[in-house]
C-alpha cells in the first residue's frame, strides 16, 4: 500500500496538483484588480451577478412561464407533469449557475483578497453610498453615511469584542477557499484563518442571490465573525 501511494500520491495531493492552476489565475488578476477605485471594485460584483442572470435568463423565463400556466390549470395530472418541467428547468439553472462560479472564480477571488487588502491598509474605505448602504447604516457601527458617501471602517464591534480587520489571504488560504466551493473539506487547525478563508467561497456563491449558510459550533465565533 505504501509503495502504491508513492506511485499515485495521495488523494489529497492529486485535489492540490489540480488546484495549483487555479491559485496561479487567480495570481494573475490581483494587478489588474489592484488598480481598480473602490467603486470600480464593488461593481465588479454587480459584474459577476449579471453574467449569471445572462446565463440563466432562458432557463428562468421558461420557470417563470411554466409557473404562470401551473395557476391557471386545473388538471392535477397536467400540473404534475408542469411541475416535473419546472424541476427539470432548477436543476438546469443550478448547473449552469455553477458552470458560472467556476469560470469566474479566480476574479471573483481576487476581489475578495484586494478588498481585505484594502480594509487591512486602510482606516476608511470611502464608496458611493447605495440604497443598501444606507438601509445597513443603522444597524453597523463600523460605517458612516456622509451625504453620497459610505465611509466603511476596518474594525467594529462584535460579539463584544472590538475587531481590527489585519487579514489578507495567503495562498494556502485561497487553496482552502476552492477545496470548500467544490464541496470538498478542508482540514486546518488552529489559527491557520478558517475565517479568512470562508469568505471566499461565500463571497462567490452569494453571487446568485441564492442565500448562503455558515455552520459552526462555536458560538462566540458565530457572534465574533
Known sequence: MGVLGSLLGSKSRRDIK?????????KDFEESIAQLSNDELRGKTVEFRQKIADYISEEEKS????????????DIMQREKMWEQVDRHENTIYERTQDVLNDILPEAFAVMKETAKRFKEN?????????YDRMLEPTRDGMEIKGDKAIYKNEWTAGG???????????VQLVGGIVLHEGKIAEMGTGEGKTLVATLPVYLNALP?????????????AKRD
Open 18 to 26: 489540480a488546484i495549483n492552476p487555479i491559485v496561479s489565475n487567480i
Open 63 to 74: 420557470v417563470a412561464e411554466l409557473k404562470a400556466q401551473i395557476e391557471k390549470e386545473e
Open 123 to 131: 482606516e476608511r474605505i470611502e464608496v458611493t453610498a447605495t440604497e
Open 161 to 171: 469584542t472590538l475587531i481590527k480587520w489585519d487579514m489578507v489571504h495567503y495562498d
Open 209 to 221: 442571490g441564492k442565500g448562503v449558510h455558515i455552520v459552526t459550533v462555536n458560538d462566540y465565533l
